[in-house]
């Protein structure tokens, strides 16, 4: 697709995304899917279910079980195959009452051919995002120009064999461009998962995150004094929610963690501040029920359904906030066996890439090898760099006692990470799927891609590696 095409299929997409314009009985009631929505010459829609049935599309994928990703997909639905991982195949079933005949869970990293495509084969790469969410590597012939967009391609019925990489919602790490599917290959459409794609937002690589979490609760547990949180000398209880204890039963049993999550998502943060306690965790039975579609035996032996065994509760995000933490609380102490409660001090965790602040002054403009040098230099984020919610800013503190904390935690990719990625594969075109509702938006993330693509050439063509050195396999 040409410059001049790629601009004009970005403005027939965004007239189709437009929500004043209704769907209408001439195109069977239905909203037109935008180009990126289906792979360019494959009868392939990825995360297209608000679209209901596609011209030509005989496979739906979905990457994850988040609702934006799953718009419309529910009871009802007859249109197709739906192609997923176990996890989110569980998941939807499960949720959104999907009939099982429809759902086909496929195996991770291995290629398999996909029904009705024309050979076309895919293989599943784990996202780091939330349980099941998975990349989708495409890979096959042209064989039809699908979906509804005027734009057509010219290699349909050609020998030429594609490949398209379809991120979804992911934390680029390097095992992403180290896996055998991707390695080496050139990717002639990378679908990129454009949500952080602006340089402010440069949080914390994700462990680091979860161990300085940990790290803070286990010290506050054994009582030693933070910066940042009240004295850990101060033991008075709240007020008609507590029992009083002594200080040793109180090291013990005397904090409550709170950690606020999606429906799916953050089991990592959870799992990583039980751990540090050798705690239990309670949720609510809606929220166990969807962890037991997750396939996880590690987080499934640490739940209990008594809130008082655990010292760990995991509740909705929302609910780490105002007085709904407050409100939370007393409906536990209203409990009939709420002498067995023995909290003195509540610590709360609203984890969330948005509550990150972008040091004041940075450079918001910076040169991609300023980019890569400023995060590869930047000290481990840890619990010290953990600080409280402001009263003022978000009245969620009760008699002191309970302390909040916005933890700069995503499962979507960093502006580093992304950088990192681009650099680090060998692509051909990037379509951006995030925050692609307007030109300008559009115009500010393609500046980035052209010079990504800029800086990995000059890369490859000197002695620097090919993929961007890294920590660890699981972050740059």
Not at 103 to 120: D, E, H, K, Q
Not at 181 to 207: A, E, H, M, R, W
Not at 336 to 358: C, H, M, N, Q, Y
Not at 461 to 468: C, F, H, I, R, W
Request: overall charge positive; glycine content about 6%; some cysteine.
């Amino acid at each position: 697709m040409s410059s001049h095409d790629e601009k004009a299929a970005w403005e027939e997409a965004q007239q189709a995304e437009d929500r004043n314009v209704k769907p209408t009985k001439a195109n069977g009631g239905r909203r037109n899917a935008p180009f990126y929505k289906v792979l360019q010459g494959m009868p392939i829609a990825v995360d297209a279910f608000r679209y209901g049935a596609i011209p030509n599309v005989t496979a739906y994928f979905l990457t994850h079980a988040h609702s934006d990703h799953y718009t419309n997909l529910s009871s009802n639905w007859k249109n197709g195959l739906i192609y997923c991982s176990e996890t989110t195949a569980n998941l939807v079933v499960h949720m959104l009452s999907v009939d099982k005949k429809w759902v086909r869970p496929l195996p991770m990293n291995v290629p398999t051919v996909v029904p009705n495509s024309g050979g076309v084969t895919v293989t599943l790469i784990e996202a780091n995002h939330c349980p099941g969410s998975c990349l989708f590597f495409f890979e096959g012939k042209q064989t039809v120009n699908a979906g509804d967009s005027s734009f057509k391609s010219n290699f349909v019925g050609s020998s030429r064999i594609f490949r398209y990489l379809h991120c979804g919602d992911f934390r680029a790490c390097p095992h992403h461009v180290l896996h055998p599917s991707v390695k080496g290959k050139k990717i002639d459409t990378v679908y990129l998962d454009t949500t952080y794609l602006n340089p402010k937002y440069c949080f914390p690589p994700q462990p680091q995150v979860v161990s300085a979490c940990a790290e803070l609760v286990r010290r506050v547990a054994a009582g030693e004094s933070i910066d940042g949180t009240p004295d850990a000398g101060s033991r008075t209880s709240l007020t008609g929610w507590f029992n009083k204890s002594s200080e040793a039963s109180l090291k013990a049993c005397g904090l409550l963690i709170v950690v606020g999550t999606y429906s799916i998502g953050k089991e990592r943060i959870v799992k990583g501040i039980a751990k540090s306690l050798n705690s239990k965790i309670f949720c609510d039975g809606r929220k166990t029920a969807i962890l037991r579609c997750e396939d996880d035996d590690e987080l499934l032996s640490m739940l209990t359904n008594d809130p008082c065994d655990a010292r760990v509760h995991v509740v909705p995000l929302g609910t780490v906030s105002s007085d709904r933490l407050g409100d939370y609380i007393e409906k536990l102490a209203r409990r009939k066996d709420s002498s067995r409660l023995k909290w003195e001090r509540v610590i709360a965790f609203r984890p969330t890439g948005w509550t990150f602040t972008p040091p004041a002054g940075m450079d918001m403009s910076p040169s991609i090898s300023k980019v890569l040098a400023r995060d590869m230099t930047r000290a481990p984020f840890t619990y010290a760099q953990l600080k409280p919610i402001r009263a003022n800013a978000a009245p969620v503190s009760v008699k002191s006692k309970i302390t909040v904390y916005g933890v700069p935690y995503s499962e979507h990719s960093s502006f580093f990470e992304l950088t990192c990625f681009a650099l680090s594969c060998d692509w051909v075109r990037m379509i951006a799927t995030v925050n692609v509702g307007s030109a300008a938006s559009r115009a500010k993330m393609s500046s980035w891609v052209a010079k990504w693509e800029k800086e990995r050439e000059r890369r490859r063509s000197g002695e620097e590696d090919v993929v961007v050195p890294y920590r660890s396999e699981d972050y740059w």
